[in-house]
């Protein structure tokens, strides 16, 4: 079952730190092709290719290697209508100044935060999901 009650959402996050490091890399249609398969995540834009990328992986073949981010899944079944669930978790880390790349996949969102802040992000939404 999907939930959309925000306070719901929020008391259920079960936030969980992924291991690995990530980096975004825009690439031209053509050129991402070759990356596809490692991505966790895509997004087709206009003018290319904005892949989530290993780390190691964008090293290894030259690609944008900064800044390096990690990802902590909100493991709470979160639905995609649910309005609130990304403004309270963005705006709980925005506080801290911690920058938060929010992707939303069809049963969980992921947050990517800066390398070196992610143990910080992490109990910040322990944090919040405590508090709800």
């Known amino acids: 079952m999907h939930l ?6 929020l008391r259920s996050l079960a936030p969980v730190l992924r291991d690995g490091e990530w980096v975004f890399c825009w690439l031209d249609h053509d050129a991402a092709q070759a990356h596809a398969e490692h991505a966790l995540a895509s997004m087709r834009e206009d003018d290319g290719m904005s892949l989530v990328l290993p780390l190691a992986h964008a090293r290894a073949h030259g690609l944008p290697d900064t800044p390096a981010f990690r990802c902590i ?5 979160s639905s995609l209508e649910a309005v609130g669930l990304t403004a309270a978790v963005s705006g709980a880390l925005a506080a801290r100044g911690i920058a938060a790349n ?3 996949g069809a049963r969980h969102d992921h947050v990517f935060v800066p390398e070196m802040r992610a143990d910080e992000a992490l109990a910040v939404l322990q944090a919040l999901s405590r508090g709800a």
Not at 73 to 77: A, D, E, F, K, S
């Open 73 to 77: 899944t909100l493991t709470v079944h």
């Open 4 to 9: 959309t009650d925000l306070p719901t959402l």
């Open 102 to 104: 929010v992707i939303a």
